[in-house]
Nanobody
Framework: QVQLVESGGGLVQPGGSLRLSCAAS????????MGWYRQAPGKQRELVAAITGGGSTNYADSVKGRFTISRDNAKNTMYLQMNSLKPEDTAVYYC?????????WSQGTQVTVSS
């Protein structure tokens, strides 16, 4: 059974940074392309960054140049380094397979960017 656990969210001022983590278990982590998604209040969930098993990355235009996705296959963990955060980055952030997520979502981690 696949389990995905996100952590690292919080309240940060505009311009600040956060690092999110996603711990995966129950799956062959190294061969799966993974991604970070986010859902803001009243909006649809969107894919903001993805990384293949080999480390190739892709970003939504809204976060390009500010967010960096990475993975540590030895630890079955994926990360999202978020810099220069903006109020519009406020959302619940989720990790999942990408670009086709699994048929469930874990609880996510809340990121709030506010002064």
């Amino acid at each position: 059974q696949v389990q995905l656990v996100e952590s690292g969210g919080g309240l940060v001022q505009p311009g600040g940074s956060l690092r999110l983590s996603c711990a995966a278990s129950g799956t062959i982590f190294t061969i799966n392309a993974m991604g970070w998604y986010r859902q803001a209040p009243g909006k649809q969930r969107e894919l903001v960054a993805a990384i293949t098993g080999g480390g190739s990355t892709n970003y939504a235009d809204s976060v390009k140049g500010r967010f960096t996705i990475s993975r540590d296959n030895a630890k079955n963990t994926m990360y999202l380094q978020m810099n220069s955060l903006k109020p519009e980055d406020t959302a619940v952030y989720y990790c999942n397979f990408a670009p086709r997520p699994l048929g469930f979502w874990s609880q996510g981690t809340q990121v709030t960017v506010s002064s």
